[in-house]
């Protein structure tokens, strides 16, 4: 049935920023791990959902790759650094400065430029 799903473009673009968006929540668990004691029951709580994260990850990454180009699929990776940094900013409540705006910027421009090449 996945594969059926797949076979479409489109839904495999879906399914790849579905994944990425999983991904960038294995950060805020990780961070959410590290504000708890170490080895505390939340600890461990938030350490697992990162895994989990990452295992669900990694079995959908792995399916994309079946449909995409390897290089197609990881000039699309840099999206995740941009969600990092609005969960970082929404969720954790940390200050923006100027040059992670510009490092952002920096990252969504060469992911434009690489994807009009070709792509």
């Known amino acids: 049935m996945l594969n059926r799903f797949l076979d479409k473009k489109r839904n495999v673009y879906l399914m790849a920023l579905a994944a990425i968006f999983c991904e960038s929540f294995s ?3 990780l961070k959410q791990a590290g504000l708890e004691e170490w080895l505390s029951p939340r600890y461990i709580f ?21 449909k995409l180009p390897l290089t197609t699929a990881y000039l699309r990776k840099g999206i995740t650094y941009v969600l990092i940094f609005i969960w970082a900013a929404v969720i954790f409540g940390e200050e923006i400065t100027v040059q992670q705006i510009v490092g952002i910027v920096i990252i969504i421009a060469g992911m434009v430029v690489s994807m009009s090449d070709g792509q």
Not at 47 to 60: D, E, H, P, Q, S
């Open 27 to 29: 950060s805020v668990f």
């Open 46 to 66: 938030f350490y697992l959902c990162a895994i989990g994260v990452m295992g669900i990850y990694a079995v959908a990454w792995q399916l994309i790759l079946e």
